[in-house]
């Protein structure tokens, strides 16, 4: 049985009288790595929002590790990073580390834990508002990390990373789902959609296809997923 | 309302006042400074009736400025939404920072009020410590305050203009222009419905030692005030957006 960490149904988000999500229906599993691709604008961020419990619905429904998206009894299971790094500019990394944590409730050599993971020991002294931005994004990924999410949702996470760093968050990534917890990462960049297990494809709110990245290469005869894309596009408006 | 997290904030929240040299040393130099030019400028009658009302202002308008600004950072950031999105109660947010501007206004006010009675003779017939005390509570109002209208602002620059809108009527209504009860009827009507009036009135009256009751009462009020002011301001704190 395939357990799923995340389950939407018919779900429909409007903001100031736009519909920004159309209808979705869509799953993401525990222990995988599933990614949601899209140019920018087309609806990710809100998707994530509304699992995360932050976005109200219009209509359907969001299942989030079995109860509603924004029950109270969530918020200690879903790690969550914003395109913009959420923390705190005029305190150091361990400082930020060690309210947030508070805040959770977790041990302190979690801190230590997660520095690890983003690789942020040597500047964990530094004030955040000093770092580079791509430092200042793993601190808020570490932030994310702290609470042992069982879902880990990322808004474009690796923007502005160098590709060394970008590999070593895309292991994380993978640990983090081998060790059971789902992880939905979405980007706008189609060559990172190659290091997920399973990609959802979206344009305009809808989600146009929902595929592994070999499937989606196969069914539409191309080498390479941005070319899966807008050959997926391009059939779309032949219809 | 778990006790952790709202002393995680406060400290959290002192914390980043620390690091912020300037804004620390503003925070507990220039009441001094201001008390002091007061008692330059005015003979010491003049000193006499008008520093205890003074003592009142600064804090409510030091704090509403400092908690609009410093709120709508935390909305603006993210971080806001990322704590409502964790095991967060909004009275543990909003407890935090005004435990945490609570005791910056301990701290300023002793500064202020020691300075003013026990360097410029600022004449206090009743406890002195009941000063800092109202202090405190008009720190926590102004930070009741600063809360609520930065649910309204949408950048810095708006959050600030909130301070002629909500701070300055209440200045010039609260007595320390003209006598509350020697204003036209309607104002002195529109007085009595402001918080910083029965501040600064608490004040006066620690200052001329009138009936303790008569203080308590008015403190009574200024906390009232600003309870009212910190779950007006949970209600906008909104754990989703529509």
Redesign the interface.
Known sequence: MVNNAVETQALRVVRGGNVVLRDLDLVVPAGSVTGLLGPSGCGKSTLMRTIVGVQAIASGSVSVLGRPAGSADLRHRIGYVTQSASVYDDLTVRENLRFFGQVLGVRAERIRTCLEQVDLVQQSDQVVGRLSGGQRSRVSLAVALLGEPDLVVLDEPTVGLDPVLRQQLWGTFHELAAAGAAVFVSSHVMDEAERCHRLLLMREGAIIADDTPDGLRRRTGTTDIESAFLSIVKGEEVH | MTP??L???A??VL??IR??HRTLAMLLVLPCALMTLLWWMFDDLTFRALGPALLALFPFIIMFLVTSVTTLRERT???L????????GKLDFLGGYALAFGLVAAVQSALAVGLSVLVLGLDVQGPVWMLTLVAIADAVLGTALGLFVSAFARTEFQAVQFMPAVVIPQILLCGLFVARDAMPAVLGFISDLLPLSYAVDAMQGVAQDIDLAEITRDLGIVVAFAAAGLALGAVTLR????
């Open positions: 952790r997290i002393l995680a904030v400290g959290r914390n980043q690091r912020d950031s993210g971080t939404e990322r704590l409502l999105a964790m095991p967060m754990r989703q957006s529509a």
